[in-house]
């Protein structure tokens, strides 16, 4: 198990040092301490700060806490904790690699084996499409588009990038990030796996405080989209319910109104919104969601979770994410996440393209 291993376990190599060291996993989760505590780490500082933490100092331990924090991602089986960790793993790879690229020939003196631009486009498959050329390099439009696609700025949009003879001109700057791309579906890919019995045993401990990290978490702080198509179905319920004009219990009224407002409308579009609901009073309504965004109270609100909604009757119509998710809001950040760029239009930008129609 070399140092190369421990720093980009998803390579290849790293997966095959760890399969011809005969490594009883199982073993591994029962006896090996420092392992599993290291194994938490990188998904617990995925949750809080978008990367995996600092390298543990013995190689062996880092290496093998990366498929023990697969397994623990697989067992609470949680679509934004299997994102959000993958993106982690390829962020912190990404900015080593950065380093690595930037110490150049110093680096070498250091660690005999190090990892190139070339070593990296073989292992996820680009080095028949990828070619350098004098200002950068030249990349097969087929292959940028599997990579870029998951980017938003716009100077990842194709028809904003240099075409020519089927290539799209990119800096080494730019190609990194790409390879980013590749790294976090390389991580993702295959979750969740299957925990055999006797390995999920021993993990349930920190199965649980992984579930309660994520109950605690601020799902909503990378949401600012309103796309009614992509609500979780309990949320599309109670939405139609007040433009209809129908009753709305409080705790359904408080549902709805918290998720409406930690996605990013304003108390303006909230009040427009209810104001065709039975019983409906401006200065209420207002006072209701103010309070509830922490503007006229000490606390801000959040919307409640799956068990909740269960409780009060507010769940219903639930399909197959509903079955893999806790919170209203991890199912409409799954949907936001996997939707094609052509399904993510703001309502409100719909209503303004409307009116200026008229």
Known sequence: MKPLHAQYPFLDAAREA???????????????????????????????????????????????SYPVARVLVSLVDQHILTRKYAAAEAATAHERLQAAFTEGDDLKSRDRERLTIQTLLTEFGMRQTVRETAEGYAVGVGTYLTYASDKREDQWRLVNRPLQDGEVEL?????????????????ADGLPLGVPEAIATHLEAERERLEERLADLDLTRDIDTVVPDLFPPCMSALLDQVQKGEHLEHHSRFAIATFLTTIGLTTDEIVD?????????????????????????????????????????DCVNKDNLCEQISHPLSYYEAKLDDADEDELIDWREEDEAATSES
Do not use: W
């Open 273 to 313: 919104l209810f104001e065709v609901n039975p019983g409906f009073g401006e200065e209420a309504t207002r006072y209701q969601v103010d309070h509830i965004r922490g503007k006229t109270s000490p606390t801000q609100y959040s919307p409640p979770a799956c068990s909740t909604m269960q409780s009060y009757g």
């Open 18 to 64: 760890v399969e011809a060291a005969d490594v009883d996993l199982a073993r591994v989760v029962r006896s090996d301490e420092a392992v599993l505590t290291r194994a938490l780490d990188r998904i617990e500082t995925a949750l809080d700060s978008g990367r995996v933490g600092d390298t543990h100092r013995r190689d062996r331990v880092e290496l093998l």
């Open 171 to 187: 800096t080494e700057v730019e190609l990194l990030a790409l390879v980013e791309q590749a790294i976090e579906q390389r991580v």
